[in-house]
């Protein structure tokens, strides 16, 4: 009991002293200036930081309000000039500057929110998100609010040389600049604030794979030097760099912006979405920039976040709205990897944000970074792996092991189950889950340990109904002369299909089509619908898990040849409900199939 109390001490004094780094802003509220009143012409300033914590400004200048094009007519952004010994440093509007808030005579405009996407004396061009759309994201709502393509200006706007009667606001740099490049008269594109996801701890192999993933998300994941780190923090206020976490740990996937509007404990930042996933469970951090890296596409913030300090709990179109002092609840990844040849020891884990979309693609790059580490290479190997999954709802936590083999790339065909046991868990149609952790175990090594099956013999190739089907199968493992056989039967059930009939022998996992490389089948893999499960209760669908499609183990079929035709139609062919299978243990992957035609009587 004493140890209890203890620990409840040390909990509360926790849940007490975290918050203090936050707690310690306090500020009126801002007057807003509403956009109906912004001119081309005002001048005003803009708050970020770019080395620090030290929020610091720069100048502004207001060229034109834009009207949102079809299908929504109504909404606003202000086109700006962003200047001064600020801009100059960062070489004009950096990642991670999105959220700075915008003032116009002592009134918050908005935040920064988009850019130009070319270096030069265009470079300090932005875009703001008035701060009227951004105060309804703290009232949530439907999380698909469209923001418009096209952007009309209510006045043309002079840039340069140019006068500027349209903006497209495309998805990335990339198809701006393919906008920009059409030379359209009076037209430019800009594209949203870069909010690059800051990659720590992973394998270069496995960020290239999560790079790809993620552009289905419209993210663009960057490999960071930073990650979490201890610094003086100070309180967020309009400014102050923040930075949120989707994974936390040995392996952290994140983003650093800008902190835009403050009263008490809530928060309002970034000036349009993350991933814009409408309510969400993230981490907010304070965050620590060490500079602002210039660079001929775009400049962009690299730095460090700190500790939890409260949590995210909206992604929307105009802006993420959070909480300080009320944290995150997060899915727990553990992983731990042994290279059988050399004993290392890999263990890596993280917290992941707790939404299966996210968790399902998030949580296998754990596994396959710890174990490219473990064999510091990428190639052959074989590997034993056990996964325990454990939820609210369960009955009791699900294990599931089994043995991969690959002759190119392990790590990837060792985690090919991976994405099907975080839909066990997140999307299970029998019961209501709450997800708990994901607890890894795998062993690896370069010896390969699979047996070929070379050939098949029955006692008999006319079986009738109820009787069985007795064969003789002989596997050689590998590089091994002598080959290993077995007697098996295989009861056909009374009401199957008379007639022609094959004996289909081969592995019970589901092994990776050779036409395809690891890479494609693992994202597939990642970004699948769930399917549902062939069980009738949620004990038969745990048993499904955990027992059935291992590598290891034989499959033997009997499925009917063929459909018989019209008017002979054996009534038992559409009928029969019970399979003709048998499933037997080996101690090595299975390779190669082999098949006997048969007559069922």
């Known amino acids: ?53 030290k929020v610091e400004t720069f100048d502004v200048e207001i060229l034109g309000v834009l009207r949102g094009g079809p299908p929504i007519p109504v909404r606003h952004l202000v086109m700006f000039r962003a200047t001064g010994p600020v801009i100059e440093r960062s070489g004009g509007t950096a990642a991670g500057m999105s959220g700075s808030p915008i003032y116009i005579n002592g009134r918050l405009l908005g935040a920064l929110s988009a850019g130009w996407t070319f270096a030069g004396p265009d470079s300090n061009l932005a875009l703001a998100t008035p701060i009227e759309d951004m105060l309804k994201v703290l009232e949530g709502g439907p999380s698909t609010t469209e923001v418009p393509k096209v952007w009309i200006a209510e006045k043309p706007i002079k840039v340069g040389d140019r006068t500027i009667q349209t903006v497209i606001l495309a998805g990335n740099d990339l198809e701006a ?80 912006g800008t902190v835009t509007w403050r009263k008490g404990n809530k928060i309002l930042a970034f000036g349009h979405p993350f991933f814009n996933l409408g309510d969400v469970d993230f981490t907010l951090t304070p965050a620590y920039i060490f500079t602002v890296v210039r660079s001929i596409e775009h400049p962009f913030k690299e730095g460090i976040v700190g500790s939890v300090i409260g949590r995210i709990s909206q992604d929307r179109a105009a802006a993420i709205a959070g909480e300080i002092g009320k944290f995150p609840r997060m899915f727990n990844v553990r992983v731990q990897v042994t290279n059988r040849d050399t004993g290392k020891v890999v263990a890596m884990s993280s917290m992941v944000a707790r939404r299966p979309d996210l968790a399902t693609v998030l949580t296998p790059f754990v596994y396959v970074s710890a174990l490219d580490r473990s064999m510091d290479a990428i190639g052959e190997g074989t590997a034993q792996v056990k996964m325990t999954l454990m939820s609210k709802g369960f009955p009791r936590p699900i294990v599931r092991t089994n043995l991969f083999y690959s002759s190119r790339d392990i790590g990837l065909a060792s985690a090919l189950e991976l994405p099907e046991a975080m839909r066990f868990l997140f999307n299970n149609e029998f019961v209501a889950t709450d997800p708990i952790e994901i607890s890894i175990e ?17 006692e008999r190739r006319e079986v009738p109904r109820g009787g069985n089907v007795r064969v003789r199968v002989h596997m050689r493992p590998w590089r091994q002369a002598e080959q290993i056989s077995k007697v098996i039967e295989i009861p056909i059930p009374q009401n199957f299909p008379t007639g022609p009939a094959v004996l289909l022998i081969r592995s019970a996992g589901i092994q990776p089509r050779e036409e395809f490389p690891l890479e494609v089948r693992f994202t597939q893999l990642l970004l699948k619908e769930p399917e549902p499960i062939p069980a009738k209760n949620l004990e038969e669908a745990i048993d499904f898990f955990e027992n059935f499609g291992r590598n290891t183990d034989l499959l033997l079929t009997v499925l009917p040849f063929g ?20 499933l037997v243990e080996t101690e090595w992957v299975v390779q190669g199939s082999f098949e006997v035609p048969l007559i069922i009587r």
């Open 1 to 53: 009991m004493k140890g209890i109390r203890v620990l409840v001490v040390a909990l509360l004094l926790f849940t007490l002293l975290v918050p203090l780094v936050g707690l310690g802003f306090a500020q009126q509220d801002p007057e807003i200036l509403p956009v109906d009143q912004v001119k081309p012409g005002m001048r005003g300033i803009g708050k970020t930081v770019i080395q620090g914590t």
């Open 177 to 256: 600049k393919r906008w920009n490049a059409a030379g359209l008269p009076g037209t430019i594109a800009m594209a949203p604030a870069a909010v690059p996801l800051l990659t720590t701890g992973m394998s270069d192999r496995a960020f290239s794979i999560l790079r790809d993933v993620l552009k289905t998300y419209n993210v663009v994941a960057v490999q960071s030097r930073g990650g979490i780190g201890k610094f003086p923090e100070p309180p967020l206020e309009p400014g102050s760099a923040m930075g949120t976490h989707i994974m936390r740990g040995d392996i952290g996937l994140g983003a650093i």
């Open 442 to 458: 795998a062993s690896v090594e370069r010896m390969r340990r699979t047996a070929a099956i070379v050939r098949a013999e029955v």
């Open 563 to 582: 459909f018989p035709q019209l008017g002979s139609l054996d009534v038992n062919f559409l009928n029969f409900d019970v399979q003709a299978l048998k």
